[in-house]
């Protein structure tokens, strides 16, 4: 799939972002499971992995990884939240 992207925007791909992202239910443990995927592509791929973007009061829970981490803040609410 990286390699059609590739192909048709003719732009290369140099690393991978690690953006697990299951809304409100994001937990650290459940970004450590997708930096463990990610860092897997990487590796199988030849390519770093650039950053891992994590809700910011989860940042500091992260520790140590093979990629800094970007706190990030969420500002929308998506409107199927307010069913959870």
């Known amino acids: 799939m990286m ?6 925007s003719r732009l290369q791909v140099n690393a991978l972002i690690c953006n697990t ?19 897997g592509a990487a ?16 940042a500091d829970q992260l ?3 093979g990629a800094p981490v970007l706190p990030i803040d969420i500002f929308m609410k998506p409107p199927w939240e307010d069913f959870v």
């Open 3 to 8: 390699r059609g992207v590739e192909r048709t």
């Open 43 to 58: 590796g199988q791929l030849g390519l770093p992995v650039a950053f891992i973007a994590a809700r910011r009061e989860l």
């Open 21 to 39: 992202n299951l809304g409100r239910r994001t937990d650290a443990k459940i970004i450590l499971q997708g930096y463990k995927v990610i860092a």
């Open 63 to 65: 520790g140590r990884l």
